[in-house]
Structures are given as C-alpha cells and as structure tokens.
C-alpha cells in the first residue's frame, strides 16, 4: 500500500496556525474526511480532515507546534486502490478560510471626517465557498458601537467555527440575521452607521517611509477607545471552543463564558462543559434553574406537527408539580415492594362494614392501613423523622400524623389524620370521610394538609400492581397501596388462594437503608395479615 504524505491545506492565506488537538493517534484507520487535528488562529477553529482513507502512519507535528499551508504534518498508508487517486490537491474543509473578513487590501491612513454619518449594509465575508452556514452567536445589537476587527457574528459549519469581524467602525442600525438563520457570503448581517470621509489619502504619497502619525483622526480614536461593555462581555471575544464543544453548551444551555478551560490556549474542551453542569447541580450556592441546578427546558413550538391547544394548570396542579419536583430533586429516592394477605381482613372488613353503613361510616381497607402504619411508625421512629436543612441532624417525631392523597377533580390533595395512633379503625374511617368531603368541596384548609409525618397513596380502586410514589418533603417515606390480586400461596402443605395486597414502600436513602426499609414492609404486612396484632 502506498504511504502519502498529509499537507496542511488552504488556510485562507493565514501563517502560524497552532495545532490545539489531535484526536487521532499513530496506527489509527480513519475514513475519508474524519478530522485528523484541529488548528486555531485568533479567528477560528479549523478540523483538518483526512484527505484519504486509511491508516496514520505518523504525525510531524505535535500539539502546541504552530503550521500553515503547505507543511507536511502526517504520513497515511492508503487503503487498496486509494494511492492512485490521493495525489490530487487537498482542499481545505468548508468554511476554512475565516481570516479573510473583507476583500479590502491593506489599510490607508485615516482619511479626514466629514461628520456626515452614511448608512452601509455590512455583509458575511469570503468564507471559503462553505454555503448555508449556520449562525450560532450574533454578538451585537442595535445600538452598539463597534471597532473595527470586533466579532459581529460567530458562524458555524460542518468542519469549523469562525468568528465573523467587522470590517469599519460605526453604530450598529439594524441587525439582519438571528442565530440559526443560514448565510453564504455576501449575506447582509447589520446595517452599520459609518462616518463619512473626504477623499481617501493615496497610499502612494510616502512608499518608501511611511511616518506614524501622533494625532488621531476622530476614527482612529474611536478604534483606541475602550471597547463598550456589551462588547466586553460577548462570549465570543474571550472563549475558544470547537464546534463539537460549542453544540455541546448549546444543547446543555451552558454559556461558554462561564466555563473553565482546560485546554492548550484556553481553550474550552468538552470535559469542562461537563465539569461546569456538575459544579452547577452539586453546589449549594449556585442560583437554582426551573428549580434544580439544571439548564432550562428549551421551548418547542408543537404546532409546527399539528393542532394543539393550551390549557392552564389548576392553583393545585400547579402546586403539586412544584412540591413534587422538589422532592424528586433533593430526595434520592429507593422503592421497596412487597405483598400482605388480606384474606381475613377483607372478610372482617365486609361483616363489620355492613354494620357501619348504617351509621353512615364507610369502612374501606384504607382505614385498617393507617392504623397499621400508625404502629409500625412507633416501632420504628427513624420512619417518622425528617432530616434538617442542614442535611447533619434527624428531627424524631413524638406525635403520629398519616397524610391520605385524596384524588379530586382539581387534582391530588394530601390531607392528614392527626395521631392516628390514638384513634380507633372507626375513628380513623371518619375522620376519612370528612376530610374527602372537604376535599372534594374544596373546603380543606391549610391547616387540614400540614404536619404530616407519612403519606399513604391508594391506587387499588383503581388499578396496576405496583409504582413508585414521591416521597412527601420533609417526610422520609411513602407507602403506595396497588389492587389486592387471589393468588395461590403455598401454606407448607398446599396451594391456596389468598387475597394479597402489593405494597409500594418508597423512602429517602439518606435517612433509611434498605435493610430497614426491608424490616419496615416485614412488619407492615403481619400486622395486616392478622388485625389482632393491632390490639397488642
């Protein structure tokens, strides 16, 4: 197979490009226009592809080493036939040329001012031939005073990030392009408020000894003018990033900014975007968003797919979805399951139900449930605690309050039973009734749905076999009741069918291992299993 030599290709005409990466290394098989380093000027980031397929023999250049067009800087054993047709030009990626901002020559001494302002449309200059290149930063606004050199734009293509200089100084009039928007050369990008000038002054009048000059027109002292803030604080004019990086903060709602770098000339790599979104979830003085530590969802127009409609979230809806979300953040949260056999239970349940009616006490499994929570909780108190804010102490609870969550056409509402350790199952049965009342007339008060100390979430009236419930912050633990199933269970001897109630312990693993959690639904279910237990 056929060893070729790898040149650097056209640069745009830049000398003393650096290699800032390499992520290919000797003995490598890359396919045709897999980028083989990556170059920055003070302008761009350029990935240089592989001209051919094949294998990375060896590299001539290191990283931090500064090349241009031209140089040789690997060697490649072509694949088959590949040494026949690699001996043709290499040609630069697409938008690789981003140190030729305008087809101006070099600069004359500033001319005169007339004071009359002009209005110019500046446009995307040569850009290498890359066509449809996306916007990715627009780094001005109306208003803004710019210098000549300072970013306007940020583009990007498939090969390369180029940042976009204006090529006169003036007052920006009017932005004509928005990220996202795809341009080519010659696309117009702002329209600019420039001084007009008198006649030019002929660069011929002192070729041989051009003498600087000690006062500055007014143009040329407003190019030695601190630079406005909005400009100092683009993002643009301080970060180095590649493209890869740069659709990774993009993705991730990080502004580059903010972020660190690591790499050879400050250059932001992917491991410092990572770094930057795990100090943001992990630190306790970052300022939290949508609640979390966590980049903003981004917005999404669904009707561009078909017709949608809005509708807005009930006071209930809404507070739910914050507690809940609060809670699933800060808690890491544990599920254990299990099942108790409720044959017994159920039975002594119909029998004295009937009785109740009357009363007009309705007796549901769910009142038998609390009050068998409410004695597991004394047997085992570290259920019945809540962690301080600080996250170094436990706060153990002498009192037993059990919330229930009610479903109601408003949404879910979570009232409590107050030391349901106290009261009877009967007690227990009424107090049930009267908050689900309140609930459903939306007459519960705040007071009604403080001081909890456990929550229970029913789903057996309506169906599935297990889930995960939320644990209710500041509580440590929540019990999920699913619809009890006949199932045969082997007694020793036989198979009978036995009525079982799936369980759905979920609990806060900062406050209860599993073991314990484990010890917890053990004891649950015989307590349930035999109501008898209840009296003891």
């Not at 003018?225 to 903060?249: D, F, I, M, N, Q």
């Not at 029998?351 to 068998?372: C, N, P, Q, R």
Request: aromatic share 4%.
């Amino acid at each position: 197979m056929a060893v070729k030599e790898v040149l650097v290709p056209d640069l745009g005409g830049t000398d003393g490009v650096e290699v800032i990466e390499m992520p290919v290394t000797p003995g490598t098989r890359v396919e045709k226009e897999d980028t083989l380093v990556v170059l920055e000027s003070d302008k761009a980031t350029v990935e240089v592809p592989a001209p051919y397929a094949g294998v990375v023999k060896e590299f001539t250049v290191s990283i931090g080493q500064t090349i241009k067009e031209g140089d040789v800087f690997a060697h490649m054993e072509l694949d088959g036939a590949g040494g026949e047709t690699a001996s043709a030009p290499v040609e630069a990626a697409p938008a690789a040329k981003p140190e030729s901002p305008a087809p101006s020559t070099a600069p004359a001494p500033a001319p005169e001012a007339s004071g009359e302002p002009v209005v110019e449309t500046i446009t995307v200059p040569d850009i290498g031939g890359g066509e449809d290149v996306e916007v990715i930063e627009v780094n001005v606004q109306e208003g803004d005073n710019l210098d000549v050199e300072q970013t306007m734009v940020v583009l990007e293509s498939d090969k390369a990030t180029m940042e976009v200089p204006c090529p006169k100084a003036g007052v920006v009039r009017k932005v004509l392009l928005n990220v996202g928007d795809k341009v080519s050369e010659g696309s117009p990008v702002l329209e600019l408020n420039v001084v007009a000038t008198a006649a030019p002054v002929q660069a011929e009048a002192a070729p041989s000894k051009p003498a600087p000059s000690v006062e500055q027109t007014p143009a040329a002292a407003q190019s030695s003018a601190p630079k406005p803030a909005s400009a100092e604080v683009a993002p643009s004019k301080t970060v180095h990033a590649g493209p890869a990086v740069r659709r990774l903060a993009r993705e991730l709602g990080v502004d580059l900014a903010q972020v660190k770098a690591s790499g050879p000339r400050a250059r932001i790599l992917k491991e410092d975007v990572h770094t930057f979104v795990k100090n943001k979830m992990t630190s306790a003085s970052a300022a939290p968003v949508s609640g979390s530590g966590l980049p903003p969802l981004p917005e999404i127009d669904f009707s561009k797919w078909g017709e949608v409609e809005q509708v807005e979230l009930s006071k209930i809806n809404k507070a739910s979805a914050s507690n809940l979300h609060r809670s699933w953040v800060h808690i890491p949260h544990v599920t254990q399951f299990d099942e108790a056999d409720v044959t017994e239970l159920e039975a002594f349940r119909k029998s004295e139900g009937a009785k109740l009616k009357d009363e007009g006490i309705k007796l549901t499994i769910l009142a038998f449930m609390v009050k068998a929570c409410a004695k597991t909780l004394l047997a085992f108190p570290r259920f019945n605690s809540s962690m301080d804010s600080s996250g170094e102490k436990l706060i153990f609870k002498r009192y037993v309050h059990i919330g229930i969550a009610v479903d109601t056409p408003n949404g879910l509402v979570v009232p409590v039973i107050r030391d349901a350790d106290k009261k009877s199952v009967t007690e227990i049965a009424q107090d049930m009734q009267t908050l689900s009342e309140k609930a459903r007339n939306k007459k519960l008060s705040p007071a009604d749905m403080q001081g909890g100390c456990f929550s229970i979430s029913s789903l057996g009236g309506i169906g599935g076999t297990a889930f995960t419930p939320i644990v209710n912050w500041p509580e440590v633990a929540i019990l999920g009741l699913s619809r009890s199933q006949m199932k045969p269970v082997y007694n020793g001897k036989e198979f009978e069918p036995r009525l079982m109630l799936p369980l759905s312990l979920s609990y806060d693993h900062r406050v209860i291992d599993g073991a314990d959690a484990a010890r917890f639904t053990t004891y649950l279910a015989q307590q349930i299993s035999d109501i008898r237990r209840l009296l003891i």
